[in-house]
């Protein structure tokens, strides 16, 4: 199976500040990459898929890039509603699998 | 709108079975592949079983495969994970998912979950 190291575990970020949380792969992926966001208590929704395409209705601070073996999820000017996990999920290689996640929390 | 609820879940012993369902509403289920994904408390996402629109194709990973069954009523619009000889380690809230139209395995749209307990 593809493992999926996802960085930091957590962080803070203060109003208005720029976030970065990376997601390497055991092995090349070739894009086939979403992120999710899980807010307390609640399900997983879907936020970006195939590594940078924004699903519909998310905010267009968040975005995506990446290659290879290594992604990221970017949300430029956190917001107190951004306060979540993060989970990064490939489906290149079956069966698709997940990072362990990110907390991001606000300062 | 899309709406996927999920019922069935509560404590179990060991060794016993339980049967999740998933009722789904807002868009035409008989389309789109349909998954279980499950969450450890305090833990990560894992993915359980995906069936095709039809039902005729199904998928589990190992740690489940031979023990739980995924199985849809298109006439029904419903979901059901069907989960024998339950481990410690099944503990977890399941969730009901909408597999993309896309050929990749992202998840569009999630129940609300629904907690599984195996404990004696």
């Known amino acids: 199976d593809i493992q999926m190291t996802q960085s930091p575990a957590s962080l803070s970020a203060s109003l208005g500040e720029t976030v970065s949380i990376e997601c390497l792969a055991s092995?090349?992926?070739?894009?086939?990459l979403a992120w999710y966001q899980q807010k307390s208590g609640k399900s997983p929704q879907l936020l970006i898929y195939?590594?940078?395409r924004l699903q519909d209705g998310v905010p267009s601070r968040f975005s995506g890039s990446g290659s290879g073996t290594r992604y990221s999820l970017k949300i430029s000017g956190m917001q107190p509603e951004d306060e979540a996990d993060y989970f990064c999920q490939q489906s290149y290689k079956y069966p698709p699998t997940f990072g362990a996640g990110t907390k991001l929390e606000l300062k | 709108e899309v709406q996927l609820v999920e019922s069935g879940g509560g404590l179990v012993q060991p060794g016993r079975s339980l049967k999740l369902s998933c009722a789904a509403s807002?868009?035409?289920?008989?389309?789109?592949?349909m998954a279980w994904v499950r969450q450890a408390p305090k833990k990560g996402l894992e993915w359980v079983a995906t069936?095709?629109?039809?039902?005729?194709?199904?998928y589990y990973p190992d740690s489940v495969k031979g023990r739980f069954t995924i199985s849809r009523d298109n006439a029904k619009s419903s979901l059901y994970l069907q989960m024998n000889s339950l481990k410690s380690e099944d503990t977890a809230t399941y969730y009901c998912?909408?597999?993309?139209?896309?050929?990749?395995?992202?998840?569009?749209?999630w129940g609300q979950g629904v907690m599984v307990t195996v404990s004696s």
């Open positions: 195939a590594a940078s």
């Open positions: 092995e090349g992926i070739s894009n086939d």
């Open positions: 807002g868009f035409t289920f008989s389309n789109y592949y």
């Open positions: 998912a909408r597999k993309i139209l896309w050929v990749s395995y992202y998840f569009d749209y």
């Open positions: 069936i095709s629109t039809s039902g005729s194709r199904t």
